[in-house]
């Protein structure tokens, strides 16, 4: 072994690569060697040796504000600016909105990148196509962000949220390739940020939502506890409570409604109503449809009449349809089947006007259930017809419209059956999730 | 519209760090973070509570999670630095053509020791990684992993290494 030991500032060059060949050898001959010296320096490594910062953090940070101080008032500005910039470009089209972004220097700030992401979520239904746009030109303005106003690691948790929003706005869109390439990108992404678990619960949720929709429950579980442990631990009662309702929906689409309900009574003991009244509206929702699938239906009535007062007539209008419907279904199985199709057929109608093919399609099949049962075989029949026309005139998808042939065909023999009803209902459910999916009559 | 909440006034972040500044301290010392690097761990920390603050409900806690994890990263890239110098470097002395000499041996000698110390499945990772100089695919291959599990197999056994020839004890991380 050579005589000359490495120095302090030599070996800290070593373990930053900076080194000659020679120079990293002599190095590693003397560790290898159990040079006591060299092993000295190796400590610094750990976390045993070296003088901490105890007593300074007060003057730390009084010198670190005065440099961060500028960087504060500007990203309130910024807060305050990028709603303003959002509706300047709302309406135009993807095109003009992808133009205007790009060229101009006031959209390239962190404040209006997540002002993209929260609009791509509140977008999400009403308009998928336009919240996968939102969310793609969300990535466009996180890769123009300026260096120098977030470290490689906060932009890289940036970059993992917005792939995040893409993922989800293509699984509604029923492209699960598509949104498997997404997830992929945003944990690429999650990597190489700052180890937020609040970022990582963010992709865990989204996660969960996917592995659902794949039907792929125990592993959408996994990610959702996941999320939920990781907010518990950050002390995000409100966002666990909301992690609590997706997982309770999961529980709920595969077939265990008691368990939703022990979910969703927990997540409406977290959420804040007041920093999200949509969420508690929406928990409170699916209690209601879970209470009505145990069998529970004076409590399922409960909850729907306090929803009735708390939805928007305008602006809910699909919610409070939903909401009739979950009522009939409740009324149906108390054996008050008149109530029940009355209630039914007037959702039928506001989904026709609409133009909601699919909803009009599994709401005449509920009617048709309740009629064969009763013994109205006439009525089931017209209602099939009627629903294959109306289903044809409003562009179904050609799988659906497959299934609801099997169901007029049948009718028309009297040869319509609940079981056969039923199968038909199930695969029009599952491929609302998947609009890929082959109907095999 | 921002789905949480209202953005923070400005200046509400040096209160906070006022406040808090004990317990940052505490951080630091349980961490044992070199106060030459406390600097550029707090600012990464309230750098990020400025750009996210919009979405932190608990700010205070937040910011004291947000500085423990940078704190377990930076040991874990500093550990990792070390380890990826030393692995550069035994690559580099194993492929070396230059005929052995007595002092050019000891080292291989050194090196056979300290893995000879090691756990059964490193001390085959790593023969054949500096003794047949076999990559990452055909090592997997070679012992039957999966080729995107080899890499963080391989990462655990340099981190014993180090450990073995530096005499530093076992990586654990440590937990405030």
């Known amino acids: 072994m050579s005589l000359s030991h490495p120095s302090q ?81 709302l309406n135009d089209s993807p095109a003009r909105r992808h133009t205007q972004v790009v060229n101009r220097r006031r959209y ?33 303005v996180a890769q123009l962000i300026p260096p120098a106003d977030a470290t490689p690691a906060l932009l890289a948790d940036l970059k993992a949220r917005v792939w995040a929003r893409i993922a989800n706005a293509r699984r509604v869109l029923g492209d699960f390739p598509g949104a498997e390439a997404a997830l992929a990108e945003a944990r690429m992404w999650l990597a190489r940020g700052t180890g937020d678990p609040m970022e990582e619960a963010d992709v865990l949720e989204l996660e969960g939502s996917l592995r659902t929709a ?51 009574q927990q997540a409406l003991g977290l959420i804040d109503a007041a920093r999200d009244p949509r969420l508690a509206i929406n928990a409170r929702h699916n209690l209601a449809v879970a209470l009505a699938s145990v069998g529970e239906p004076q409590e399922a009535l409960q909850h729907i009449a306090a929803l009735r007062a708390l939805y928007d007539p305008t602006r809910d209008r699909v919610s409070l349809l939903r909401l009739r419907h979950l009522e009939s279904r409740v009324r149906n199985a108390m054996g008050d089947h008149a109530t029940a199709l ?12 609409l133009a909601m093919p699919l909803e009009v399609a599994l709401t005449a099949l509920e009617m048709a259930t309740i009629q064969v049962e009763l013994g109205m075989l ?34 028309q023999r009297k040869a319509l059956t609940q079981q056969l009803i039923k199968e038909v209902l199930t695969f029009l459910q599952q491929s609302k999730q998947n609009p890929e999916l082959k109907f095999r009559g | 519209m921002t789905v949480h909440g209202a953005p923070a006034a400005a200046g509400s972040v040096e209160l906070l760090l006022g406040r808090l500044a004990p317990e940052i301290g505490e951080v630091f010392a349980s961490f044992k973070i070199p106060y030459q690097d406390s600097e ?137």
């Open chain 1, 9 to 89: 500032e030599l070996f800290e060059r070593f373990a930053g690569g900076e080194l000659t060949a020679d120079e990293r050898r002599l190095v590693v001959e003397h560790l290898l060697a159990g040079c006591e010296r060299c092993r000295d320096l190796a400590a610094r490594y750990w976390p045993s040796s070296l003088p901490v910062a105890e007593a300074a953090a007060s003057r730390l940070g009084g010198r670190i504000w005065a440099r961060l101080q500028e960087r504060e008032l500007r990203a309130v500005r910024e807060r305050e600016q990028a709603e303003e910039l959002l509706a300047s470009i």
């Open chain 1, 108 to 140: 390239h700030t962190w404040a209006f990148c997540r002002c993209l992401q929260d609009q791509s979520i509140v977008r999400i239904f009403a308009d998928p196509h336009d919240a996968l746009a939102l969310a793609e030109l969300a990535l466009e």
């Open chain 1, 214 to 264: 794949q039907r792929r429950f125990e592993q959408a579980e996994g990610a959702l506890r996941r999320a939920i442990r990781l907010h518990s631990r950050i002390g995000d009662r409100h966002a666990e409570g909301k992690v609590l309702v997706v997982l309770a929906v999961m529980k709920n689409t595969c077939g265990e409604p008691r368990q939703s309900i022990d979910l969703l």
């Open chain 1, 342 to 353: 009355e209630g039914l057929d007037e959702v039928r109608r506001q989904f026709m006007d």
């Open chain 1, 378 to 411: 006439d009525a089931a029949q017209r209602l099939a017809s009627e629903t294959m026309a109306i289903s044809r005139s409003l562009g179904i998808q050609r799988e659906a419209l497959a299934a609801l042939l099997v169901i007029e065909e049948a009718a």
């Open chain 2, 40 to 176: 550029d761990l707090l600012q990464e920390a309230l750098l990020a509570l400025l750009l996210k603050r919009d979405r932190i409900q608990e700010p205070a806690s937040w910011l004291l999670g947000a500085l423990r994890t940078q704190c377990l990263i930076y040991w874990r890239r500093r550990r990792r630095r070390l380890y990826e110098a030393i692995d550069a470097t035994l690559l580099e002395m194993a492929a070396d053509p230059v005929p052995a000499d007595d002092e050019r041996t000891n080292w291989r000698c050194d090196l056979s020791h300290a893995i000879s110390h090691l756990s059964d499945r490193c001390k085959s990772i790593l023969r054949l990684r500096y003794g047949l100089g076999y990559e990452g695919d055909e090592v997997a291959e070679r012992l039957g992993y999966r080729a995107s599990s080899i890499r963080k197999v391989t990462l655990r056994c340099l981190s014993a290494l180090t450990h073995r020839i530096t005499g530093s004890p076992p990586a654990r991380e440590v937990r405030a």
